[in-house]
């Protein structure tokens, strides 16, 4: 079975800090890994993905995130947070051959001034 | 495009009642799934279809029905709404059944149960 950690309830930073929301993961075979973000009453939104070949992946808004397959992480990093930033984000995993995606429980990101 | 829209907003129900939660999606789709949030659960994935006519469950299927007639409408139902699900529901879809592409999610639907 596939599953996904967000060892973090809640990240806490101040504007213009870089920022890293944890993941790691479990699955057989090579991975499809995403990252979604979530604002208040709102569905969730893509952020990146990473399918297969390099291991850092750009997204939007300047997020980033890196696949370590030793450590089966795909954290997501941003060098500079905003107070826009602050939402619920979510990792999820697909393994290749399985048909469902699995969502981590969130993370919420506070970003203050 | 509208993306994929799900009515209604809100709805509150009593203990035994039934209804339909809807969903359309205009990017032509293949696969398309239901999911509910719950706080400190993340989301749970409740159904899903990889085309019209097919259909299969995910990790919480229990109480909920689902068909898919068209590649454009996943509706999902609720035969006897009990308290446990009370929940906010996500219908979501994404190209191809592949598993590489992104979902896009509707805005969702709060449901309360008496």
């Known amino acids: 079975a596939q599953s996904v950690a967000q060892p973090e309830d809640q990240v806490n930073v101040a504007e213009g800090n870089p920022l890293t929301v944890k993941c790691t993961y479990s699955?057989?075979?090579?991975?499809?890994l995403f990252w979604y973000v979530q604002y208040p009453n709102r569905g969730l939104q893509f952020l990146l993905k990473?399918?297969?070949?390099?291991?850092l992946v750009k997204g939007s808004y300047g997020f980033e995130a890196e696949f370590n397959k030793s450590q089966t992480s795909f954290h997501l990093k941003k060098p500079s947070a905003l107070v826009s930033d602050s939402a619920l984000y979510f990792c999820?995993?697909?393994?290749?051959?399985?048909?469902?995606?699995?969502f981590g429980t969130g993370t919420r990101l506070q970003v203050t001034l | 495009n509208a993306g994929v829209t799900q009515t209604p907003k809100f709805q509150v129900l009593k203990t035994g009642q039934s209804m339909t939660l809807q969903c359309a999606q205009d990017m032509n789709h293949e696969y398309m799934s239901w999911y509910r949030q719950d706080p400190g659960m993340g989301l749970r994935l409740i159904h899903y279809s990889v085309g019209a006519g097919i259909t299969d469950q995910g990790e919480v299927p229990n109480g909920y029905n689902v068909s898919r007639s068209t590649t454009e409408d996943f509706p999902l139902r609720l035969l006897s709404a009990a308290p446990s699900q009370t929940s906010v529901y996500f219908c979501?879809?994404?190209?191809?059944?592949?598993?590489?592409?992104?979902?896009?999610f509707g805005p969702g639907t709060r449901l309360t149960v008496l």
């Open positions: 979501a879809s994404s190209y191809g059944t592949s598993g590489i592409f992104e979902q896009f």
């Open positions: 999820a995993v697909r393994g290749a051959t399985a048909s469902k995606l699995t």
């Open positions: 990473y399918i297969t070949g390099d291991n």
């Open positions: 699955v057989s075979g090579n991975p499809y």
